[in-house]
């Protein structure tokens, strides 16, 4: 039975780094892409980042890049989501979700349909 199980969410003062991370079962994790997304109050589903199975290599969405910073370690079957410089509008309800596939094409690797097990989520709040 797959489990992601996120962890790491809390309050952060904005410019203050947090650390996400998705223990992940059921599944032979090293053979899957991986993505977070996130949900703000009152929005939808956005995807934020992804990483190839082998962690060869990484996509994000233009509002985080060079702030965030997705990776996994296929040893300990986790997906961590390193987020700096935080910004109020950072504050949602973060998800890691499990990929279809193990080397998605750039341009539907932000496509959420092909994501087929997601975690509960954990809370993310940026404020002063």
């Known amino acids: 039975q797959v489990q992601l199980v996120e962890s790491g969410g809390g309050g952060a003062q904005p410019g203050g780094p947090l650390r996400l991370s998705c223990a992940a079962s059921g599944f032979t994790f090293s053979s899957y892409a991986m993505s977070w997304a996130r949900q703000a109050p009152g929005k939808g589903l956005e995807w934020v980042s992804g990483?190839?199975?082998?962690?060869?290599?990484?996509y994000y969405v233009d509002s985080v890049k060079g702030r965030f910073t997705i990776s996994r370690d296929n040893a300990k079957n986790t997906l961590y989501l390193q987020m700096n410089s935080l910004k109020p509008e950072d504050t949602a309800l973060y998800y890691c979700?499990?990929?279809?596939?193990?080397?998605?094409?750039?341009?539907?690797?932000?496509?959420?349909?092909?994501?087929?097990?997601w975690g509960q989520g954990t809370q993310v709040t940026v404020s002063s």
């Open positions: 979700a499990k990929d279809r596939r193990s080397y998605p094409h750039r341009a539907t690797m932000s496509d959420l349909r092909l994501n087929d097990y």
């Open positions: 990483i190839y199975s082998d962690g060869s290599d990484t």
